[in-house]
């Protein structure tokens, strides 16, 4: 007697998008919304030892290292972890030092490559 399996797949739901482009939309409205909000955001944190238009570049380098992703449930995840974070700085519930390292990664040790550096540091 042979048996026929069926196969049963699920089909997730998205967060928020139906498809990648209004995906790509919400990503875009999303950025304006940022590049909106940066000045305010550059004199709250009192990022006076630089220029905006650097600011406004960590930004944007923010975007441009997600812009790999494809599948859009997880677009909408990061779009909801950056929504997240911007109710963070408005709130100030993020000091000026936590904003910096997420953007220019300052005072961030640099995690080592190799096993002898992982050793070596483990040593120390």
């Known amino acids: 007697m042979i048996r026929t399996a069926t196969a049963t797949t699920r089909e997730v739901i998205p967060i928020v998008s139906a498809n ?3 995906s790509r939309s919400n990503v875009l409205a999303l950025y304006k919304e940022m590049q909106r909000y940066a000045p305010k955001l550059y004199k709250q944190f009192h990022f006076d030892d630089m220029p905006l238009s650097v600011f406004r570049a960590a930004l944007k380098k923010q975007y441009i290292n997600n812009a790999h992703l494809t599948d859009f449930r997880v677009i909408d995840r990061k779009i ?45």
Not at 92 to 120: C, G, I, M, Q
């Open 80 to 124: 909801a972890e950056c929504r997240q974070v911007m109710l963070a700085c408005q709130k100030h519930w993020y000091n000026s030092y936590h904003l910096r390292n997420n953007l220019f990664r300052e005072n961030v040790e640099a995690k080592p490559k190799d096993f002898l550096s992982t050793f070596l540091r483990s040593k120390n």
């Open 20 to 22: 990648k482009a209004q």
